[in-house]
């Protein structure tokens, strides 16, 4: 059957809609054996299921909006309820926990011809603490054995390498990812950043892996490729580079700007210990 010479697609799909929607609408709202919606609107719910009835007045934005709103409202209702911890008891715990970040980066004169500095990045939690409890005199502490462990004479230099060295203590604020070039250093790098919040070293939290093809897996050199009408150089991974210690902030929710702990870079002239 040929299309009328006046018909219109837009009538014709709200026509589709308004029927299609408004019988499930009914359904939702009133029951299956209900076949229209009274238009009381003494309850909340009376409100809701008239303003997602279609209308034959409506308009293109009106169809859409109200689609929108009955799905929203269908979503709510069939929703599978979530058992867990409270949302405010995790965030509580850890989003509002103030956190040390310690910077590393490569020096200049170390960087390969084509590269950037590699830099290095490690952070951790103070669980101990609550945002409003962290104070002057807590920070000044933290500074001075972050100054005692990275900082001294030319700095502390992370050996960064292809072997992971993860370790995981949520309880305590942490859940170090480093790359390391042997197992030792990596551990003995995880114990100079628990000495800093005076926490012992827990074998059973420390795991180890080591890609039986480093070589192959993190190559040196990546290979090449096309890129912005050129041939350039994949980025690497897992660089064999020494980066050395730099500087370290602490942060702490409700305050704008971080607190600079401790500096070798003149960078942040406001440092506890520079």
């Known amino acids: 059957m040929p299309l009328p010479a006046d018909f219109s697609e837009q ?3 709200q026509g589709v809609v308004r ?16 076949s229209d919606l009274d238009d009381d609107l003494a309850t909340s719910e009376s409100h809701l299921a008239w303003a997602c009835k279609h209308k034959d007045t409506d308009s293109l934005i009106m169809t859409q909006l109200r689609w929108l709103l009955f799905e929203r409202v269908r979503l709510q209702r069939i929703q599978v309820p979530i058992t867990g911890i409270p949302a405010g008891d995790a ?33 951790f939690r103070l669980m101990q ?13 933290l500074a001075t054995r972050i100054n005692s462990n990275f900082a001294l004479g030319s700095g502390y230099i992370w050996r960064k390498g292809k072997v992971t060295v993860s370790y995981t203590d949520k309880s305590k604020g942490y859940q170090l990812c480093l790359y390391c070039r042997t197992e030792a250093e990596g551990i003995q790098l995880v114990n100079q950043v628990l000495d800093i919040n005076t926490d012992a070293y827990d074998a059973d939290k420390c795991n180890v892996k080591e890609n039986k093809a480093p070589a192959a897996a993190f190559p040196t050199i990546p290979p090449l490729d096309y890129i912005y009408g050129d041939s350039r150089r994949l980025p690497r991974k897992r660089p064999i580079a020494d980066v050395r210690f730099q500087y370290a902030l602490l942060h702490v929710w409700g305050l704008r700007h971080p607190i600079p702990l401790v500096d070798r870079t003149s960078l942040w002239p406001s440092a506890l210990v520079a």
């Open 19 to 34: 029927r299609w929607m408004n019988r499930e609408i009914v359904t939702h709202f009133r029951g299956a054996d209900q």
């Open 91 to 123: 965030v509580e715990r850890r989003e509002y926990k103030p956190q040390i970040f310690l910077y590393f980066q490569e020096d200049l004169a170390d960087v390969e011809s084509g590269y950037t500095p590699v830099s290095g990045e490690i952070s």
């Open 129 to 141: 603490y609550n945002y409003d409890q962290i104070t002057p005199a807590i920070a000044q502490a």
């Open 11 to 13: 009538e014709h799909l």
